[in-house]
């Protein structure tokens, strides 16, 4: 079992940055890759990012590469996601979770979910 529990989110400008963390419990956490998500209301939920188990391969949606970066610690069970750049097209709730296995953009992948933070970018 993986709980995940989100925090970073707020409100910024568009132009601004936040850092999205992801504190995962468990002992198993460094075994699992990694993604985050996002999804905005009568939207479903989709692939912003995703890293390996080891942190040596990562993965970006193409509207937000170049601006995002996925990130993580083991040593503190902890996944981040720094957004740079961020326009009000980002405004969503933004979610990690621990993938099972299958490719990281499907939502099938991940066997544990985190209960998202709210990012609004204001124009």
């Known amino acids: 079992q993986v709980q995940l529990v989100e925090s970073g989110g707020g409100l910024v400008q568009a132009g601004g940055s936040l850092r999205l963390s992801c504190s995962a419990s468990?002992?198993?956490?460094?075994?699992?890759?990694m993604g985050w998500f996002r999804q905005t209301p009568g939207k479903e939920r989709d692939f912003v990012a995703g890293?390996?188990?080891?942190?040596?391969?990562?993965y970006y949606a193409d509207s937000v590469k170049g601006r995002f970066t996925v990130s993580r610690d083991n040593a503190v069970n902890t996944v981040y996601l720094q957004m740079n750049s961020l326009k009000p097209e980002d405004t969503a709730v933004y979610y990690c979770?621990?993938?099972?296995?299958?490719?990281?953009?499907?939502?099938?992948?991940?066997?544990?979910w985190g209960q998202g933070t709210q990012v609004t970018v204001s124009s």
């Open positions: 979770a621990a993938r099972n296995s299958g490719t990281y953009a499907s939502t099938r992948s991940y066997a544990y």
């Open positions: 468990g002992r198993t956490f460094s075994s699992y890759a």
């Open positions: 890293i390996s188990w080891s942190g040596s391969n990562t």
